[in-house]
């Protein structure tokens, strides 16, 4: 069975800190790796997703990913307190195949 | 929302009931998905659709059906709703024409049985 773990938090980052966020997975077989946002009572917002090994960057967001240690992270520079919220990490197989997400870490940026 | 809506958006209804919930997309994108989002499990797909009238089950499919008569709507049904169904569901869509596989999530519907 697939599985994503992430750690649920809460984490405390100082508002202007960079918040790190990490993910493991189970299935070597995973192709797609996604960061999604979901503030209390919303749906998911996607604010991320990677393909391959390596760093992605977009604004205050970075995206790495380790196949080899099948690690996922996100990078958030400049924290600000909108940035509070619970993220969640997702992957996903080739084709058609439905996301398999891990439980979310609850990140509170302190003002 | 990437032009997805959800139908209702809250309904409580009681135990054996059938209840059917729709997702409405117009992005014209190939596939759609349903998830549930209890706490303690996150989100957790329910039936996913990779075109109209080819449908496929998830992880915790029991007790659910789809339907895809059209590319834009994606029923899913509670033949007889128990209080385990109780929970946020919703749906999801990616695969639009050229572009890539992100999946963009509905407003999401907030089902009560009592």
């Known amino acids: 069975q697939k599985e994503v773990e992430q750690n649920s938090g809460p984490l405390s980052v100082p508002e202007g800190a960079i918040a790190s966020l990490n993910c493991t997975y189970s299935?070597?077989?995973?192709?797609?790796f996604f960061w999604y946002r979901q503030y209390s009572g919303k749906s998911p917002e996607l604010i991320m997703f990677i393909y391959s090994n390596g760093d992605k960057e977009d604004g205050r967001f970075t995206a790495q990913l380790n196949k080899a240690s099948q690690y996922v992270s996100l990078l958030i520079r400049d924290s600000q307190p909108s940035d509070s919220a619970t993220y969640l990490c997702?992957?996903?197989?080739?084709?058609?195949?439905?996301?398999?997400f891990g439980k979310g870490t609850h990140l509170i940026i302190q003002p | 929302d990437a032009g997805i809506t959800q139908s209702p958006r809250h309904k409580v209804t009681e135990t054996g009931t059938p209840v059917t919930l729709r997702c409405h997309q117009t992005e014209n994108h190939r596939y759609m998905y349903w998830y549930r989002q209890d706490p303690g499990h996150g989100l957790r797909l329910i039936h996913y659709?990779?075109?109209?009238?080819?449908?496929d089950k998830g992880e915790v499919s029991d007790g659910y059906s789809v339907s895809r008569s059209k590319t834009e709507d994606f029923l899913l049904t509670l033949e007889s709703a128990t209080s385990s169904q109780t929970s946020v569901y919703f749906c999801a869509i990616s695969g639009r024409t050229g572009g890539t596989n992100e999946q963009f999530f509905g407003p999401g519907t907030r089902l009560t049985v009592l």
């Open positions: 997702a992957v996903r197989g080739g084709g058609a195949d439905g996301l398999t």
């Open positions: 659709s990779y075109g109209v009238k080819d449908t």
């Open positions: 299935d070597r077989g995973s192709q797609s």
